[in-house]
């Protein structure tokens, strides 16, 4: 069983929709959570960091923690053209130097 | 502005040709990895710092070594380069794991 799940996509969505991104995970000693955008070719960078449940908010992007579903998700509202890449979920472990993460989301905005 | 840079951008080495990728940082984090990325697969682990503290992982080909002289370098060198191993390294940082990691650009190795 993977540690850390997610819809390897790809996943369309018109230009202007929110796009919903989902991540599973199997360690409940998990701890910290984030968002990567990555765009081909090109390395991960960080969208959202997130430690607590809820939603926390930057400016288009949600991101979304429930602990007791261990269920992690990425919103992007208004979604442009520029959004399409492929997003990582990765997680940390209390007590571990590293983090996992999930096999990525290809997204793609069609204008 | 602090950041993770990694050189060369792009490698070409030989197939059996010994080659060394290059990452440094000015954010002063107390760890360093190093992915492999082949096409459409997530970031795999091969390596990490935590200061001086080498750690392996467990299915790394023994054909990867690193070193890290000092805080703000470290060495990807793999010493007989396969077809297989064409990939893009990603090197990263973190200050206080399992928290955030920082990325280089990566450097696109290619083996003829």
């Known amino acids: 069983q993977k540690e850390v799940e997610q819809n390897s996509g790809p996943l369309s969505v018109p230009e202007g929709a929110i796009a919903s991104l989902n991540c599973t995970y199997s360690?409940?000693?998990?701890?910290?959570f984030f968002w990567y955008r990555q765009y081909s070719g090109k390395s991960p960078e960080l969208i959202m960091s997130?430690?607590?449940?809820g939603d926390k908010e930057d400016g288009r992007f949600t991101a979304q923690l429930n602990k007791a579903s261990q269920y992690v998700s990425l919103l992007i509202r208004d979604s442009q053209p520029s959004d399409s890449a492929t997003y990582l979920c990765?997680?940390?472990?209390?007590?571990?130097?590293?983090?996992?993460f999930g096999q990525g989301t290809r997204l793609t905005i069609n204008p | 502005d602090a950041m993770v840079i990694q050189n060369p951008r792009y490698q070409v080495t030989q197939f059996g040709k010994p080659v060394t990728l290059s990452c440094s940082q000015t954010?002063?984090?107390?760890?360093m990895y190093w992915y492999q990325q082949k096409s459409s697969q997530a970031p795999k682990l091969l390596f990490h710092?935590?200061?001086?503290?080498?750690?392996n992982e467990a299915d790394t080909p023994d054909n990867f070594q690193s070193r890290r002289p000092n805080t703000s370098f470290c060495f990807l060198d793999i010493r007989s380069p396969g077809l297989g191993d064409a990939a893009m390294y990603l090197c990263?940082?973190?200050?206080?794991?399992?928290?955030?990691?920082?990325f280089g650009p990566g450097t696109r190795l290619t083996v003829l």
């Open positions: 990263a940082t973190s200050r206080d794991p399992p928290d955030t990691q920082y």
């Open positions: 954010l002063n984090h107390n760890v």
């Open positions: 710092y935590y200061d001086k503290d080498f750690n």
């Open positions: 997130i430690y607590s449940n």
């Open positions: 990765a997680v940390g472990v209390q007590g571990a130097q590293k983090l996992v």
């Open positions: 360690d409940r000693g998990s701890q910290s």
